[in-house]
């Protein structure tokens, strides 16, 4: 047939067998971006609402709606984010009590 050797198969080293605890945890990352998009979102909804046609009391400047949009998103994203990352560690919270042990085989192969 071919001249081409067997391939080597690898050698055996070890094998363990070991209990460890599993726990599902939240994506941070995914639930700070969420409060992030919830505080643009109501940003835009509060800047609907707000009429910025008036003066402002204290500087008597009218500020256009692209700036108002942009001191309430300042504030609402903040919040959204810091509310995001409470629920996150409330549900991380919950979700601890709900470890659970498993067995799993762990083997070892050097090639």
Do not use: N, W
């Amino acid at each position: 047939m071919s001249d081409q050797p067997a391939p080597e198969r690898p050698v055996y080293v070890r094998d363990d067998i070991e209990t460890v605890t599993v726990r599902r945890a939240p994506k941070y990352g995914v639930f700070l971006a969420a409060g992030a998009f919830l505080g643009i979102l109501v940003a835009l909804i509060l800047t609907v609402a707000i009429d910025g046609s008036d003066a402002s009391p204290y500087t008597q400047v009218v500020y256009s709606e692209m700036q108002v949009f942009g001191f309430t998103a300042l504030i609402c994203v903040v919040a959204g984010v810091a509310v995001a990352a409470i629920v996150a560690l409330v549900f991380e919270r919950a979700l601890g009590a709900r470890t659970r042990q498993v067995t799993v085989d762990h083997e070892q192969f050097e090639v």
